[in-house]
């Protein structure tokens, strides 16, 4: 099924993404120099996974959400996954926000439910103290009974937050250095991130460490074989080129379409023929296919569990029962079909068979390098932290 044609304007690729992709029309596939290895305990003990913890997911900027979550202005989202009690907000004038959903008077969640919510201001279902969507404390019933209270004291708690390129990142804690989430930002505009339209978003749930689902998108040697039965014959066997944004990963995998008469520079013909993955520290994976993207946030909740959030962005909205149907299909094509039935799944049984201790180490071949280049970058990420 071809995709819905649309005026979009023309996007060029970065240099970087060009440099991929240049390797890839050359033959000039990217593989580690030799086997290498990972302990198995690095997916399975709790002790490590509380590390990471501490050291990746309560310190370093991450994503939360792509912008088309909140489209416009006046809207808020209540967040839970990632463990805390978070509210996405775009405020009045455009700007979005990551707060702590808490109500700064008693302590009261703010916003319920998980669903986006127009609103142009945030009212406490107990007291009614209500805020503006930039997180100030616009009003409170009585303030006469607060004698003394400075308005301007009490505003949501408020996290470092950016947003670039169409994501909307935030941090754990103050002094966030966020730029390479700006670098990242620049790929993000070549693929249309900022004007696209959230088609579909879904929470799946994966007995898996987060670590054995964020490989899958980190070596092309399962992509013909794992995928067989749904996008494996579109792909080339093992020719991957890859490199890095300061600690996040990007590669690119070839895919079986002619390239040698693609204009590289057209980002759209480029998409046809040659598929772009990302891998971001510390854990959200974005792949942006032919026509739409998905970007997967995963929120690890114990050393066998993770949370992956799922989120497809097409260019605009279906204006027509065909292009209702062709999303869709693309729809259950990914997130049904590769995400969960192979992707997510394979991570589940992998984590069965590290758990039972028969092997001590997971093997890597040459094709599977940037598994253990992660590996490395997490470790790095755990001495910094320490």
């Not at 319920?112 to 127009?118: I, M, P, Q, T």
């Not at 390479?180 to 696209?196: I, K, P, T, V, Y």
């Not at 890859?242 to 008469?261: C, F, N, T, Y």
């Not at 589940?348 to 390098?369: M, N």
């Amino acid at each position: 099924m071809n995709a819905p044609t649309t005026d979009l304007p023309r996007l060029s690729p970065t240099p970087g993404q060009l440099a991929l992709a240049e390797a890839i029309r050359g033959g000039v596939g990217k593989q580690a120099g030799g086997v290498q290895t990972v302990p198995a305990s690095n997916y399975t003990c709790p002790d490590h996974f509380a590390r990471e913890k501490a050291a990746l997911f309560d310190r370093l900027p991450q994503v939360i959400c792509p912008s088309a979550l909140l489209p416009e202005p006046g809207m808020a989202v209540p967040h839970d996954a990632t463990g805390r009690p978070l509210l996405v907000t775009r405020d009045n004038e455009g700007r979005a926000h990551v707060f702590i959903n808490v109500c700064r008077h008693r302590g009261t969640r703010l916003v319920e439910g998980s669903g986006a919510v127009c609103a142009k201001r945030l009212v406490c279902p107990y007291h009614a103290w209500t805020y503006r969507l930039d997180g100030g404390l616009l009003a409170l019933p009585r303030p006469e009974t607060f004698p003394g209270l400075d308005k301007a004291d009490y505003g949501l708690v408020e996290l470092p937050t950016i947003e670039a390129g169409g994501l909307i990142w935030f941090a754990p804690v103050a002094g966030a250095d966020f730029a390479h989430a700006q670098e990242l930002g620049r790929d993000m505009d070549s693929f249309g991130l900022r004007s696209s339209h959230l088609f579909r978003r879904k929470l799946h749930t994966v007995k898996g460490n987060w670590k054995l689902i964020m490989d899958a998108f980190l070596e092309s040697y399962h992509v013909t074989r794992l995928h067989a039965s749904t996008i494996g014959p579109f792909f080339k066997d093992g020719i991957t080129a890859g490199d890095q944004i300061g600690p996040h990963q990007r590669s690119a995998v070839g895919r079986l379409e002619e390239m040698e008469s693609i204009d590289l520079t057209d980002m759209a013909a480029l998409r046809r023929v040659v598929t772009f993955a990302y891998q971001l520290l510390p854990a959200t994976i974005i792949v942006p296919s032919p026509d739409y993207v998905n970007v997967m946030v995963l929120m690890p909740q114990a050393a066998d569990l993770t949370l992956v959030e799922d989120f497809m962005l097409i260019p605009e909205a279906p204006a027509s029962e065909k292009a209702l149907a062709h999303w869709e299909k693309s729809w259950n094509l990914l997130d049904g079909g590769v995400f969960a039935s192979e992707d997510f799944r394979a991570a589940e049984l992998g984590q069965q068979g590290l758990s039972s201790g028969v092997v001590d180490h997971i093997t890597l071949g040459t094709l599977e390098g940037g598994i253990a280049r992660f590996d490395q970058i997490v470790g790095e990420a755990l001495r910094s932290a320490n």
